[in-house]
């Protein structure tokens, strides 16, 4: 049987903690083969208050985190009984799992992330962005969040930028 992508309805802004909570029980009561992710999806957004801008991130659904789950009673029952969870989202106390259409369109289908082969001081072009066409050096890589920390030089002097793997090509 698959595990599929279902939706939980919970408290407002209760999400991270139901999160938590989740896989703390999935942890403990040995139920990784039956749930296999807790997910929130949030967003980056640019707030500008008082003329300085900032990187912000903010729920895409409030109220809802979704579990990529094989549903049985043991852990539909587990998922029910979370604090902060108030359902399932479907008719009844049945849930139902979302689409790959819908998974696609809320952005948690499992990336297939091309392996980086990248390393600190690797020769890098930037091949796309403002810095599109600039060598740099690689200083630090966060493989998790997909992002390379370059020194590029401007103006003649060396000046560290982050980019997306998929904006750099190693030389």
Not at 11 to 24: C, D, I, Q
Not at 26 to 37: K, L
Not at 83 to 94: D, L
Not at 137 to 161: I, Q
Request: glycine share 8%.
């Amino acid at each position: 049987m698959d595990a599929r992508w279902y939706v939980v309805h919970t408290y407002s802004g209760h999400e991270n903690k139901v999160k938590a909570n989740l896989e703390k029980m999935v942890e403990n009561r040995g139920m990784r083969d039956d749930i296999f992710e807790v997910a929130v999806p949030t967003e980056e957004y640019m707030d500008s208050k008082g003329g300085k801008k900032k990187l912000k991130e903010r729920k895409l659904f409030p109220g809802y985190v979704l579990v990529k789950m094989i549903i049985n009673d043991e852990s539909w029952y587990l998922v029910r009984n979370t604090r902060g969870v108030t359902g399932f989202v479907g008719p009844g106390s049945k849930p139902v799992p979302l689409t790959d259409i819908e998974v696609k369109a809320l952005g948690v289908q499992e990336a297939i992330l091309p392996t980086m082969d990248l390393n600190v001081n690797d020769v890098v072009k930037v091949c796309s962005g403002p810095f599109e066409n600039f060598m740099g050096n690689v200083d630090s890589l966060n493989v998790e969040k997909r992002k390379v920390k370059v020194f590029v030089s401007m103006f003649g002097r060396e000046t560290l930028v982050e980019l997306d793997f998929d904006q750099v090509e190693k030389l």
